[in-house]
């Protein structure tokens, strides 16, 4: 069982710089045994794949439309993925979820949301322009 908690969330201007975090409660299989990954979903859009990391940190992917600008990031001590957001866009816009697949060991990264077991309520990111 894992419980996802984002947090991090807010308003920023176009341009700026945000970081999300999402901290996880882990009962039975150990953190690092789950890729981690972000997801979006835009008012009257449906929900988007942004980035994953695989579970030892090394291997990650992102969406066209964030490469060069976000950046994710695990710190498997702390039971914490993150995910930097930098030179953002008013389309960045949306309510970021943090979401995990048991994947012990792959370095195969899925970016389907039907392929993530748990999720995280959401918080709101709002990029001004």
């Known amino acids: 069982q894992m419980q996802l908690v984002e947090s991090g969330g807010g308003l920023v201007q176009a341009g700026g710089s945000l970081r999300v975090s999402c901290a996880a409660s882990?009962?039975?299989?150990?953190?690092?045994?789950?890729?981690m990954g972000w997801f979006r979903q835009a008012p009257g859009k449906e929900r988007e794949f942004v980035a994953a990391?695989?579970?030892?940190?090394?291997?990650?992917t992102y969406a066209d439309s964030v490469k060069g600008r976000f950046t994710i990031s695990r710190d498997n001590a702390e039971n914490t993925v993150y995910l930097q957001m930098d030179a953002m866009k008013p389309e960045d816009t949306a309510v970021y979820y943090c979401?995990?697949?048991?994947?012990?060991?792959?370095?195969?990264?899925?970016?389907?949301?039907?392929?993530?077991?748990?999720w995280g309520q959401g918080t709101q990111v709002t990029v001004s322009s």
């Open positions: 979401a995990a697949d048991f994947a012990p060991l792959s370095t195969v990264l899925r970016t389907t949301s039907q392929s993530f077991d748990y």
């Open positions: 882990v009962s039975g299989r150990a953190f690092n045994r789950y890729t």
């Open positions: 990391i695989n579970w030892s940190g090394r291997s990650t």
